[in-house]
């Protein structure tokens, strides 16, 4: 379905002036012909003053960034963009399957009308029926889609929520190709986050390939977050495409370890960050006792066969590498 913008349709205001012209003339003409007794222009005039507020419908008033995509009998004729006041055929139809849905997004078109029957019921207002808005918002939304529980490459759940922003770019598309072009959107943003989360680790993993080049990579869902939050967007946006949508961006809002795992990962992580640290105690503790026995052999100070100095680094590693401070024992005896 291909879009036709209708923009030559901007006289709304002369057709209402002529209306309304109309109607002052058909008034004075229903008197004057009383008057006169004239039957023909009486009858006219009569017929006009039922019938002429048929037109009044074809009036179309439209704000920036909105759009009306409309159909005659049944047929696309057009839709009107742009802000401006419109006349159109008033047997023309204005299509939106979509305009009583509303997501957990922002910028739904009369967003306003959101006072229901049970509310004014309690409050004592009147309760009165206000349906739900044809025209379409031509503006950038954000879908803020729940958050999903999905098992990572490595088979550990995870939980994860992204933000989709995106508006529509063809209203024909939008209302005919698909029943519902939010739902479908909705539908579409889980569908390819489970796809792409599947793809990632949560944390970077040895042996894993997450390009699908064959090698291994340090791709991960926590390091990873922009490479992992375009390709959600491009997949989002390849099947939304025929339903005339584009998806601006696409965000991760949220990533944390499903909870009956969150735990265990935690002492993981724990446990992973203390072996990095004694290794790095060992590394240095191993360098300084290096530099201490070089030291002391250059200097001349003390002569130190292999026993004494095996028992010196014994000693040095001790007390560099322990968790609390050493309580040196002295010695006032010989070493030997």
């Given at each position: 379905m291909q879009e036709k913008v209708l923009n030559h349709r901007k006289n709304g205001m002369l057709v209402l002036l002529l209306v309304l012209l109309a109607y002052v003339a058909a008034v004075l003409g229903i008197v004057y012909s009383a008057l006169n007794m004239l039957v023909l222009p009486m009858v006219v005039c009569i017929v006009w003053a039922a019938l002429g507020w048929l037109l009044l419908p074809g009036l179309k008033v439209l704000k920036p960034q909105e759009a009306l995509v409309l159909t005659l009998f049944g047929k696309y004729i057009g839709t009107l963009?742009?802000?401006?006041?419109?006349?159109?055929?008033?047997?023309?139809?204005?299509?939106?399957?979509?305009?009583?849905?509303?997501?957990?997004?922002?910028?739904?078109?009369?967003?306003?009308?959101?006072?229901?029957?049970?509310?004014?019921?309690?409050?004592?207002?009147?309760?009165?029926?206000?349906?739900?808005?044809?025209?379409?918002?031509?503006?950038?939304?954000?879908?803020?889609?729940?958050?999903?529980?999905?098992?990572?490459?490595?088979?550990?759940?995870?939980?994860?929520g992204i933000a989709v922003t995106w508006r529509v770019v063809d209203t024909a598309a939008a209302v005919f190709n698909v029943d519902n072009y939010k739902e479908y959107l909705s539908l579409q943003c889980d569908a390819a986050l489970r796809n792409i989360v599947r793809v990632y680790p949560y944390d970077v993993a040895p042996n894993v390939d997450t390009t699908g080049d064959g090698h291994a990579d340090e791709g991960s869902l926590r390091g990873s977050s922009e490479v992992v939050a375009e390709r959600i967007r491009a997949e989002i946006q390849s099947k939304v495409a025929e339903a005339g949508l584009e998806i601006v961006e696409a965000r991760i809002t949220y990533l944390a370890y499903a909870p009956e795992i969150a735990a265990v990962m935690l002492q993981r992580q724990q446990a992973s960050a203390i072996i990095d640290a004694r290794k790095m105690i060992v590394d240095g503790a191993v360098g300084m006792v290096e530099m201490a026995l070089e030291r002391l052999s250059e200097g001349g100070m003390v002569a130190l066969d292999e026993e004494r100095k095996a028992a010196m680094v014994s000693n040095l590693l001790v007390v560099l590498c322990g968790n609390h401070d050493a309580q040196p024992v002295v010695n006032s005896g010989s070493l030997y």
């Open positions: 963009k742009g802000e401006g006041f419109y006349w159109v055929n008033p047997f023309c139809t204005a299509v939106n399957p979509a305009a009583g849905t509303k997501l957990n997004q922002s910028g739904d078109v009369d967003a306003h009308n959101k006072g229901d029957a049970v509310t004014q019921m309690l409050t004592g207002q009147a309760t009165v029926a206000v349906a739900p808005s044809k025209k379409i918002s031509l503006k950038i939304m954000t879908l803020n889609n729940a958050r999903q529980k999905i098992n990572d490459c490595l088979g550990n759940p995870v939980e994860i």
